[in-house]
């Protein structure tokens, strides 16, 4: 049963992790372009593309030929998930003691495969602790 659940987890990980991003640069920039996001990934633009037009076949972002690439109502609300839960795992990790770098690092990976009744958990404690 594990074993499905990590599998499941991996499938939706890629997909989070895009639509995180492009809200990111979206916050902070006011546009995602292909380039940010293969240079904040470190991967070509070639496979960003790829993965884009899936995301957009999905319906998660809207993207016109030379444009900035948008968030749809659904790619919004997954993005906001995935950021609420990074943000959970963030804050436990550093109230564990975890230094800021490994608490990140480490947060990217677990906010994926994380149930949500430890999430929940995680969450209580975070706000019973003060970093």
Not at 4 to 27: C, F, S
Not at 57 to 79: C, D, H, M, N, W
Not at 82 to 95: D, Q, Y
């Amino acid at each position: 049963m594990s074993f499905k659940k990590v599998r499941d987890a991996h499938q939706t990980e890629n997909t989070e992790d895009y639509l995180e991003l492009i809200a990111d640069l979206l916050n902070q920039h006011g546009e995602a372009r292909i380039v940010d996001i293969a240079s904040n990934l470190d991967i070509t633009q070639a496979t960003v593309n790829k993965t884009i037009k899936r995301l957009q076949i999905q319906g998660y972002i809207q993207k016109e030929p030379y444009r900035s690439i948008f968030l749809t109502v659904k790619g919004q609300q997954i993005a906001s998930q995935s950021k609420k839960r990074h943000k959970i795992v963030f804050n436990f990790l550093s109230n564990m003691g975890l230094d800021k770098k490994t608490a990140e690092s480490d947060s990217e990976g677990i906010e994926h495969h994380v149930s949500d009744r430890t999430l929940k958990k995680m969450n209580k404690f975070n706000k019973t602790k003060k970093f």
